[in-house]
């Protein structure tokens, strides 16, 4: 098992197997790519782009996908994942972004903004008859990514919502389909872990699932989690992923809890625990 970083410069912090660095935010924010890291594109979450194109936002019967709806509750604003111009857009960040020195890329909220969505006029016109919402939205979310993919001229990843269940009712998202394109897949699951039993059940969900590398990245950000339930969470998905990633978004948080990983206290309670992935794990970071 290998153990990974995100993290806010675009240089790696020493000690993980490799780092992200977002080069596109959910903000719409596009940043000069980084050098020797994985590199995160974030597609229809864009809120710069729905800010200059308010007529491209993501539509359904609750409403816009805009944070402002409060029917919805939105972090961010969505583009309609059937809009053109938007597309081909991402598709050249993306051959732009692999045409440099990166690991490769990730693609974040590739997707549909949730159920519901979209239900512009556009969406409304391409859906074919006889064809199911279900299915409209994942044979355009399954296209786009393969388009990424013929784009990419490094591995492709691709960050899923952590959803084992709905990913394509509610998002759009074929796992089965995904695999044909990408080369792994990467699940987020943000939570308090002073508690971890829904860690173990999601991860273990998408490992049954996921027949390529799977990533499981771990929130250790402000506010700061304890290193102690940090490591809880590490131990409950350790079994299911091949990589874990720890997304601190700050580049000297993370040199912080790689000194901490260290610690002889964590890899006693990974022995106890008989958690032989962590082991290994902990004996390469320690030697």
């Not at 990974?4 to 490799?18: E, I, R």
């Not at 206290?265 to 958690?275: H, I, P």
Request: aromatic share 12%; hydrophobic share 40%; proline share 3%.
């Amino acid at each position: 098992m290998k153990i990974a970083l995100l993290t806010d410069q675009a240089k790696p912090v020493s000690g993980f197997d490799y780092c992200f660095y977002e080069a596109k935010q959910v903000t719409g924010k596009i940043r000069k790519p980084a050098g020797g890291m994985f590199n995160i594109i974030t597609c229809f979450a864009d809120n710069i782009a729905i800010r200059e194109h308010p007529d491209w936002v993501a539509v359904s019967e609750k409403g816009k996908a805009l944070r402002s709806n409060q029917n919805l509750r939105l972090l961010w604003d969505w583009v309609c994942p059937t809009n053109e111009k938007f597309v081909e857009n991402m598709l050249g960040l993306v051959a732009d972004v692999s045409r440099q020195d990166v690991l490769g890329i990730r693609l974040d909220c590739a997707q549909f903004t949730r159920e519901g969505f979209c239900r512009c006029n556009r969406c409304v016109n391409m859906k074919k008859r006889e064809e199911s919402w279900e299915d409209f939205r994942a044979s355009i979310i399954t296209d786009f990514v393969k388009q990424a993919a013929k784009a990419s001229k490094v591995p492709l990843m691709i960050g899923l919502e952590p959803d084992p269940a709905f990913l394509q009712e509610r998002f759009g998202q074929d796992v089965d389909s995904f695999s044909r394109y990408v080369d792994s897949f990467c699940v987020p699951i943000y939570m308090d872990y002073s508690i971890v039993y829904w860690c173990d059940i999601i991860a273990y969900a998408f490992r049954m699932n996921v027949r390529k590398e799977l990533v499981i990245d771990l929130y250790a950000g402000y506010p700061r989690k304890s290193i102690e339930d940090l490591f809880k969470a590490i131990l409950a998905v350790a079994n299911y992923a091949d990589t874990i990633l720890l997304s601190t978004f700050d580049y000297t948080l993370g040199e912080h809890i790689m000194n901490l990983l260290k610690d002889e206290k964590f890899y006693n309670v990974a022995r106890q625990r008989e958690c032989k992935p962590v082991l290994t794990l902990l004996d390469r970071l320690r030697t």
